[in-house]
């Protein structure tokens, strides 16, 4: 079942084109007049792609059904949101105005939550969410630990609008920014707040914006603006969810950014791969144009600006801007040399700017409130927020949006409710396969650019991915060299050959085969990858092995001397053993065990048979006592 | 299978048409006859060719640069595991490793009665529910190996 967006019209969708800047004040005086008359309650279902895949879909129409049922329909508004942050708790239902949340609501939760709450007014016990770090039932959303540290001026509008509908949006304040930038403000005041603002692109390499902005305007030419929501990072999906749960943030922000510019026609490059965003963003242009905020003459100013979709095959390289504006003329998309840069000659050799999904999203905040209320947020080199996509072991997962500077414990142990299972912290990988994994000495580190880039990892667009005892880095350094020679386009030597060899040299040392010399090879191989290759791609390509070994070369060493690996990651160098002192007999592993390796009498001490053991680890996650060892 | 019989080149058209032919619009249009058929068949390149004014050697190029586009049928059901960083650390490798048990394929490849292609997808965007699959356009989150394998049982009784 998938979920379509609400393509029926509205009583308040009739709405003709906007001629000018009164008539879209006026239609977003009469919606907000419309909705406190409305007054009534309004019940938000999470229809993002996390709470999706554990299926609102059935939700939305087991709770349509159980509302008609009641006959309560008229008095109760369902609205489709996007994606609330909390994914891995989903589907999420809050009911407004109160705030109350239901985390993994079921179909069959349904009829208590609509006798319950909505007629009753009362609190479906069973359903209160519990927080797993204090073991608290909290009732209410904002006093959610996960949410309630977090700083939410990008992300925050999300759980409270439908994205499918355009006037959810303006009703919240939506295009007033556009309507500034369009009516009170030139070209050069855009990019002077831009630039005072300090923002910088939250795509990857934080580039200052408003510079890219102004060099860019130097240009002649015609000029293509372009939003990047390639989101190649594995672990990160912030663009994703603002694309799905908030597209008219991201679009006002690009029109603003063609204001700013000079440019009548632009892109939005989105992977093949988030079918939602593709959807949401579609119907979001449709609307604008409907509306009259985007194609020609937007608002009655004179000015022209639209945009088309372009969809990428799957080619993590294309997220680079060079490769991105080949993939878009309908060419492979490889990378070429940055003599010329892209907001001199890019798209079709025209003066090409090109921004991240966040990075567009921050600019309607910026003119709204202006540079200075957005220059006091964050650290003196990096301002505003960041979503992080906290992921991972790490009790609560989800999107987390906190002002640069946060430390990453409070990122991971306030927010983030620590480590599952009581097992101990190893790293947190930031910044993707161009990153690095940092560990704990780094803890009370504020995250910004600066910071990331000093302890040898990067922001990149914010992946954040925690690492406990569990993970063996080795093994984590491989996993991303196996990425990244995939994902490698090949053209160049030393990336595409170095990186080769380095994922030779870990898979043998994850298989038993290291020798000594190892480590000083992947340094040097390493270094010599850094320095020679074209693109950033592989640039940073050693960034994951080089921070391994600094952080955790013991680990390594274990590997190579000992054939021993401390995580148990690596199968050929570590067995699994039942700990006489713990085991309680409870026959748990010894059911589950697909090989019949582990017998043993109820409430004796089990025997595990490694000549059988595959080691699944199926009796090692599964053993409550911590019986199960790895040696 | 029996191909050219079963191509819509009528539907193939208006796809081409909606792109206006553009050259520009050549990965989206291969993208776009692969959601019909989960692959494009080999026989609609000269027609793009044709229609589009670019050279074979780019469709090819371009078909094999994306791993989104196949030119080799694939089954009714493409099943995506994520192997991205997030799904990793969960243990998508035990996932995998479970579907091809099931399937008796091994990633990259296709059943026999052309039902089934497994393939492993870098982050599809859903890193909280990991480990995480997608079937066609369905995703389906917090995964172990048993609910993986029902999952995919599922879809076959679909078919039966
Ligand atoms: C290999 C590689 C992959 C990249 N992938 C992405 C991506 O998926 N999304 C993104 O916004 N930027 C990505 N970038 C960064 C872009 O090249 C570019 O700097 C960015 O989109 C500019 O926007 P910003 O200044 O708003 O960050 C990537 C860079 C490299 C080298
Ligand atoms: S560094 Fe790697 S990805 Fe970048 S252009 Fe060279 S081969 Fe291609
Ligand atoms: S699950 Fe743990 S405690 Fe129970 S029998 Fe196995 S090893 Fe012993
Ligand atoms: S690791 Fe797997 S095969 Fe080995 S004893 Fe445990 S459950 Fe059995
Ligand atoms: S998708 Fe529902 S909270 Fe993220
Ligand atoms: S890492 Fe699996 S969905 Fe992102």
Redesign the interface.
């Known amino acids: ?2 979920l379509k967006p609400m393509e029926k019209t509205r009583p308040d969708q009739a709405t003709a084109k906007l001629e000018n800047k009164e008539a879209l004040e006026e239609l977003r005086n009469s919606l907000q007049v419309m909705s406190r008359e409305k007054g009534k309650r309004l019940i938000s279902l999470c229809a993002g ?2 709470c ?3 299926g609102t879909a059935k939700v939305h129409k087991a709770l349509i059904a159980e509302l008609a049922k009641h006959g309560i329909q008229d008095d109760v508004e369902v609205k489709l949101s996007g994606c609330h942050g ?3 708790k ?1 589907p999420i239902l809050v009911i407004h105005p109160e705030g109350i949340f239901y985390p993994q609501v079921k179909e069959d939760h349904i009829p208590d939550i609509v006798e319950e709450t909505i007629k009753n007014g009362n609190l479906v016990k069973s359903l209160v969410f519990k927080d797993p770090a204090s073991k608290q039932k909290i009732s209410h959303e904002h006093d959610v630990p996960f949410y309630k540290l977090q700083k939410r001026i990008i992300f925050g509008n999300n759980g409270l609008i439908d994205p499918t509908s355009i006037e959810d949006y303006i009703s919240v304040g939506g295009y007033s920014a556009l309507e500034k930038a369009l009516f009170d403000m030139t070209p050069g005041d855009i990019i002077d707040q831009v630039k005072k603002s300090g923002l910088r692109g939250r795509g990857g390499g934080g580039f200052p914006t408003g510079i890219k902005w102004a060099t860019c305007a130097r240009h002649a030419g015609d000029r293509y603006v372009i939003c990047n929501a390639d ?7 912030m663009d ?2 603002l694309l799905e749960g908030n597209p008219h943030s991201v679009l006002e922000g690009m029109i603003i950014g063609a204001i700013a510019v000079g440019s009548h026609e632009g892109y939005v490059y989105v992977r ?4 939602l ?1 593709v959807k949401n963003f579609s119907f979001a242009l449709k609307n604008a144009r409907r509306l009259g905020l985007l194609g020609e003459n937007i608002l009655g100013s004179g000015f022209d600006y639209d945009i088309h979709i ?7 390289v294309c997220g680079e801007s060079t490769a991105l504006m080949a ?8 990378p070429r040399a940055k003599y010329i840069h892209t907001v001199e000659k890019g798209f079709r050799e025209n003066p090409s700017l090109l921004n991240n999904v966040e990075t567009w999203a921050n600019v309607p905040v910026i003119i709204n409130k202006g540079a200075d209320w957005f220059a006091s947020i964050g650290t003196e080199g990096s301002k505003g927020t960041k979503i992080f ?5 790490v009790v609560n ?3 987390v949006e906190v002002p640069m500077g946060t430390s990453l414990r409070t990122i991971i142990y306030d927010i983030g409710g620590g480590i599952p299972k009581k097992k101990k912290f190893k790293a947190v ?1 930031t910044g ?1 396969p161009s990153g690095g994994c940092i560990p704990e000495q780094f803890l009370d580190m504020g995250v910004d650019f600066d910071e990331l880039t000093q302890v040898g990892s990067m922001m990149g667009s914010g ?1 954040m ?1 925690v ?1 406990d005892q569990d ?1 063996c880095m080795v093994d984590v350094a491989r ?2 060299l196996d ?1 990244l020679k ?2 490698s ?1 090949g053209q160049c030597n030393p990336c595409r050959e170095g990186i080769k060899h380095m994922l030779q040299v870990l898979t043998d040392i994850c298989a038993g085969d290291g020798k000594e010399g190892d480590i000083e090879l992947l340094e040097e191989i390493g270094d010599m990858v850094a320095k020679a290759s074209l693109c950033g791609l592989g640039t940073s390509a050693p960034n994951p092995v080089l921070t391994t070994i600094r952080y955790f070369r013991d680990e390594y060493e274990a590997h190579i001397r000992d054939k021993k690996c401390p995580a148990g990651v690596c199968k050929p160098l570590f067995y699994y053993e039942i700990d006489a002192e713990k085991c309680t007999g409870c026959t748990l592993c010894a059911r589950k065990c697909p090989e019949q390796a582990i017998s043993g009498e109820k409430k004796k001490v089990h025997r595990l048979d490694r000549e059988k053991c595959i080691k ?3 009796c090692y996650d599964g053993c409550k006592f911590d019986a199960i060892v790895v040696k | 299978m029996e191909n050219i019989a079963t191509i819509d080149w009528d539907e193939i058209d208006r796809i081409i048409e909606k792109y206006d032919a553009s050259r520009e619009a050549l990965l989206m249009i291969m993208q776009d006859i692969s959601d019909m058929y989960n692959y494009v068949p080999p026989e609609v390149i000269p027609v793009l060719v044709e229609k589009l004014g670019v050279r074979k050697s780019l469709v090819y190029s371009v078909a094999t640069f994306y791993k989104t586009i196949s030119l080799e049928p694939r089954g009714k059901y493409i099943v995506n595991v994520c192997t991205g960083t997030a799904c990793h650390v969960r243990g998508a490798d035990k996932i995998m490793d479970a579907l091809q048990d099931h399937l008796h394929i091994k990633e990259g490849e296709t059943t026999d009665d052309l039902l089934f292609t497994l393939e492993a997808v870098r982050c599809i965007g859903c890193c909280a529910s990991g480990p995480v699959i997608t079937v066609n356009q369905e995703t389906h989150g917090g995964l172990d190996r048993a609910t993986a394998v029902k999952t995919i049982k599922g879809y076959n009784e679909n078919v039966s």
């Open positions: 079942m998938s792609s996390g999706g895949a554990y909390f994914c891995e989903g989101e190649g990072d594995p672990g990160a999906y994703r969810s093949h791969e988030y079918p965003a372009s969809r990428g095959g799957g080619a993590f993939s878009l003329e309908g060419n492979p998309g490889r996509s906290l992921v991972g072991k997962t989800g999107l990988q993707g992946g991915i690492m993970t996993y991303f990425f995939e994902e386009c699944c680890g199926i």
